[in-house]
């Protein structure tokens, strides 16, 4: 595991696009699993910007998100992929054929998990998984348990999670309780992974994920067992380990 820690969110942005141009320049054809939330937003903002100067092309990529909500509508400005579409999709020259989120109009959450699953296995699996984590150490939507699910999976939100996730929405009630997430072992599966976290409201968790046991407690802590590891984190979210 390498631990880059960087001044600000600013610092940190800049070194996370820096990876995944990496990857896009070495690789143009690429599978790029994403994330959401609001600590990649300035990464991929540098994306775009270095995609208009004509130093980045996506035409060949295919990309792989996380995880969506169940029951929002696509056009819902809450869904995933709406998000994507406005933060990153919508901006550059993806084909939008090939980038790829569990769907979550799908009811049937056993059928909507098995054909996404079988998305990512065919494409190949994520070459670089990027990855957010929350308060409580989830990644993707797999939040704190007793075990360490494998493959995509529907889940019932955290109560923290919820909490977290309600400001984006008009009132608490209208955060879906829901959603499909890659699993444990989806996720672990990609040939690198990139995690970017910024805050001091999450310095202990950091702490605790990767400097701590490995638990299911911790679902970042899995990390820990992964041969190729990047953590972009600004100085705030490092602010409770040595380095
Ligand atoms: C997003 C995702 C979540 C977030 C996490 C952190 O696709 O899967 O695990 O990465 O909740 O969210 P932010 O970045 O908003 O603190």
Known sequence: MRIYKTKDYEAMSRKAASV????????????????????????YKKLIEWYEKGDLDFSQVTTVNLDEYKGLP???????????NENL???????KERTFLPDGTEADSEKACKAYEEIVRSVGG??????GMGHNGHIGFNEPADYFPKETHCVDLAESTIQ?????????AEVPRQAYT????????AKKILIVISGAD????????????????VPASILQLHPDVVVVADE????RVEL
Do not use: W
């Open 236 to 239: 705030a979210a490092l602010s």
């Open 126 to 131: 994520a070459d670089l998984q990027l990855l």
């Open 164 to 172: 977290a996730n309600k400001r984006f929405f008009a009132s608490e």
């Open 74 to 84: 696509r056009e819902n400005d809450q869904s995933y992929y709406y998000f994507m």
């Open 20 to 43: 995944i141009a990496a990857q896009v320049v070495a690789k143009p054809d690429c599978v790029l699993g994403l994330a959401t939330g609001s600590t990649p937003i300035g990464a």
């Open 89 to 95: 999709f919508n901006h550059v020259n993806i084909n």
């Open 202 to 217: 999450k310095a202990e968790t950091v702490k605790k994920a990767f400097f701590g046991p490995v638990t299911p407690q």
């Open 182 to 189: 890659m699993g444990i072992g989806t996720i672990m599966s």
